[in-house]
């Protein structure tokens, strides 16, 4: 079992930057992949990035590809989200989630952190 919870959400006008963190507790985490993923209202949940916890293989969605950062704390169980030239249409709840390495499925999810970005 892996509990997730976010933190770091708020509210920043277009250009500044936020740095979400997730941390994550259990038994283990070093089979997982992590993801961050985000969704609008009205809009589809959305993949913005992924991390092998016990290695790198990061991964971005294009939209957020060379502003956003996804990296992680093996000490603290933390993993974060750096956002940096945030844009309006950025602006949704972010959720970390965790899945077996292997599996396709993300199994564990948190409860979600809200980031509006103003212009």
């Known amino acids: 079992q892996v509990q997730l919870v976010e933190s770091g959400g708020g509210l920043v006008q277009a250009g500044g930057s936020l740095r979400l963190s997730c941390a994550a507790s259990g038994r283990t985490f070093s089979n997982y992949d992590m993801g961050w993923f985000r969704q609008a209202p009205g809009k589809d949940r959305e993949f913005v990035a992924r991390?092998?916890?016990?290695?790198?293989?990061?991964y971005y969605a294009n939209s957020v590809k060379g502003r956003f950062t996804i990296s992680r704390d093996l000490a603290k169980n933390t993993v974060y989200l750096q956002m940096n030239s945030l844009k309006p249409e950025d602006t949704a709840v972010y959720y970390c989630a965790a899945r077996m390495v292997g599996t396709t499925a993300f199994s564990s999810w948190g409860q979600g952190t809200q980031v509006t970005v103003s212009s």
């Open positions: 991390i092998r916890w016990s290695g790198d293989h990061e």
